[in-house]
């Protein structure tokens, strides 16, 4: 008689274990259920959210390609600028235009785009051109390119600001400041044209 309480203890203590150890393999099961994707497949999933099109690439090749353009002759205008004016707009290009670019090179790697290294050929020429002027002949010059350059980049920024997502959000971020490139060289330029009315540049 005594031994029968005891096997049913025993009886019930094994029942428990049993259940415990049935619980815990389904808390594993559902830990296991619930565990994160890997990185690498978080990593491909982002890509894919921030894949752009072809016009997006397009347009913001075409941006990296203008901010390392106006970093360099806002550099030039800095060396060879001979009114102060001009010496200040070279600075602001240059500080302004390496803020953008950090931005948009940003926006590329996320979108799985390499960003270009350099600027276009037509740029490239229009450097090249630039740095053989000097004195006021290089600012009625520098002046007149930047207002042509930041007219057909406002037009650019301000088409694709009116889509949506990154890329729309960046140009529309953008615009002022081309808004205000756009001024200071209009500015530059007209100053220089009533210089010039007045005197026998060649």
Known sequence: MTNKPMIALGFAAALMLGTAAQAQTGMQRNENSAKPAPTG???????????????????????????LSEMKVGELAQQKGQSEDVKQFGQMLQQDHSKNLQQAQQLAQQGGMTPPAQPSSAQKKVYDKLSKLSGNQ?????????????????????????????????????????????????GIENKGAAVGSGSKMK
Do not use: I, W, Y
């Not at 497949?41 to 941006?63: D, G, I």
């Open 41 to 67: 497949q978080m990593q491909k999933n982002a890509n894919t959210q921030n894949k752009m099109s072809k016009a997006q690439e397009r347009f913001l090749k075409e941006a990296m390609e203008g901010d």
């Open 138 to 186: 290089f600012d009625r010059q520098f002046a007149k390119d930047m207002v042509s350059d930041h007219k057909k980049d406002l037009t650019k920024f301000e088409k694709e600001a009116k889509g949506k997502g990154p890329v729309a959000e960046f140009a529309q971020q953008t615009v002022p400041t081309l808004q205000k490139h756009l001024q200071t060289a209009q």
